[in-house]
Structure formats: structure tokens, C-alpha cells
């Protein structure tokens, strides 16, 4: 059974940073591409950034400089650290198994300004 767990979500004011951690279990998890989506209110699904088996990362303009993607692949968990934080960056961020549908149950993160 695939599970994946994110946690780090929040309320930051503007400007601020956040940790995001997705915790994988019940797959190969060094051979799989990761990825983080998140999703606005009103809005679709959108990528925010995938980092591949070896390690190539991959962000959305809006997130470049800003937003790092990683992985610890002894721990099975993937990472997005967020900094410089905007009140449009505020959804709901989801881990993803890249190409699958595994999917984790989100994670609130909310940027006042």
C-alpha cells in the first residue's frame, strides 16, 4: 500500500519561510521521480517543482529562487523548502509519486500579507 504523508504546512506572514516534508512508504522511492503541486482556491492543480532519481530538479517560474526541492532517499522523504514566501503562494501543497496516482492528502499553507 503507497502512503504519502506531507507535513510543515502553516500560517507565515510575507516574507517568511516554511519546510514542507512528504514521507513515502510502499514504493522503490530512490528509483521514482517526486514532485510537489499545490492547489489555490478556485483554481487547478498546478506543478511547483520535481526532483528526479538522480537528483536533476525541475521548478515553475514562480517558485524559481525561491522555492528548493530535495530528497533524502534513506529516509524516503521528499522536501520543498520555501522562502521569501507570497500571499498568491497560499493552497494546499501535495506530494506526488511523478506519473502515478499516488497522491498525498495535502498540507495548508497560508502567506498573510
Known amino acids: 500500500q503507497v502512503q504519502l504523508v506531507e507535513s510543515g504546512g502553516g500560517l507565515v506572514q510575507a516574507g517568511g519561510s516554511l519546510r514542507l516534508s512528504c514521507a513515502a512508504s510502499g514504493i522503490p522511492f530512490s528509483r521514482n521521480a517526486m514532485g510537489w503541486y499545490r492547489q489555490a482556491p478556485g483554481k487547478q492543480r498546478e506543478l511547483v517543482a520535481t526532483?528526479?532519481?538522480?537528483?536533476?530538479?525541475n521548478y515553475a517560474d514562480s517558485v524559481k529562487g525561491r522555492f528548493t526541492i530535495s530528497r533524502d532517499n534513506p529516509k524516503n522523504t521528499v522536501y520543498l523548502q520555501m522562502n521569501s514566501l507570497k500571499p498568491e503562494d497560499t493552497a494546499v501543497y501535495y506530494c506526488n509519486v511523478v506519473g502515478s496516482r499516488w497522491w498525498g492528502q495535502g498540507t495548508q499553507v497560508t502567506v498573510s500579507s
Open positions: 526532483v528526479t532519481s538522480g537528483g536533476f530538479t
